[in-house]
């Protein structure tokens, strides 16, 4: 199954200075940017045909790929001069790169690219700058199961921040926290069918156009997920997943996970 990664936002929040061009999926998380944790992700689960909606710092991402370097994840063995892997990480992927325009909003970039679907009638989305545990098989399992255009992950709410319950007479009758509510928040993986291209306007958006019109229609699912998951929308969030990469803290890179035999996560 094809998977498109949107990877042309400005990531400003992400930016070490005025200077900085660098496109938020191409932030480190280890040895690697997030963008490549996301693909490996997908990659383990047997989807290895990608399609990249560029747009800002494009030029970082295309230079990763074409000057990738096997040897920074994979064994190997230097002999007389040459290297010899023992393994590697992206030989059997297949990547489009798509400029999709600087200042496209995300629905406008998944248009841009379904001449690559091949008229697919599933394909998978991501943001390509969030990380996650969740057995995609299973999400996309249940998808296909349901008659719906579309299909998104859905979190609890991250938030710390407490809700109160305030009277009209300004005495606030409880408090409670945003992660306790019935709330859930969109996950940013996505499981569609080339139905939600009818629902996305040009210029529109994939979440607030597409997806919310397929909602009103009752064509739109959801898949909720418990386990660990974690964007990366500011420069604090990313150094926490660095750090807890550098100290084996790596819930998400199941493809070391489930190949020492560990239980996939459940939703």
């Known amino acids: 199954m094809k998977v498109v990664l949107f990877c042309g936002g400005y990531g400003q929040r992400m930016r070490n200075g005025a200077s900085d061009d660098t496109p938020k999926p191409m932030a480190m998380v280890g040895p690697r940017p997030l963008i490549w944790h996301v ?17 800002y710092g494009a030029h970082h991402i295309k230079e990763f790929f074409l000057n990738y370097e096997e040897t920074t994840s994979n064994d190997f063995v230097l002999r007389y001069g040459r290297t010899e892997l023992l393994s590697t990480d992206i ?19 998944l248009r841009r690219v379904r001449h690559h679907l091949d008229g697919d009638e599933m394909f998978l989305a991501n943001y390509a ?14 998808f296909a199961g349901v008659d719906a255009g579309a299909s998104l992950m859905v979190v609890p709410p991250q ?8 009277g009209e007479d300004g005495m606030v009758g409880g408090i409670t926290a945003v992660s306790e509510m019935p709330l859930w928040e969109n996950g940013g993986y996505f499981v569609l069918r080339q139905e939600v291209f009818d629902h996305i306007p040009e210029n529109g958006d994939l979440v607030a156009d597409g997806c919310a019109q397929l909602a009103k229609r009752g064509r739109l699912a959801a898949y909720r997920h418990r386990g660990f998951w974690k964007p990366t929308d500011t420069v604090k969030e990313r150094a926490q997943l660095d750090a807890a990469y550098t100290r084996g803290d790596r819930p998400w890179v199941v493809w070391e996970r489930d190949r020492d035999g560990a239980a996939v996560g459940t939703a």
């Open 129 to 142: 700058d969030v990380l996650t545990d969740a057995p995609l098989p299973e999400m996309i399992d249940r």
């Open 39 to 55: 693909m490996r992700y997908y990659a383990h689960y047997g989807h290895k045909d990608f399609i990249l909606c560029l747009g």
């Open 91 to 109: 030989a059997d992927w297949t990547i489009t790169f798509a400029q999709t325009g600087i200042e496209s909003p995300i629905g406008e970039r």
């Open 159 to 166: 938030s710390s921040f407490h809700c109160v319950d305030l």
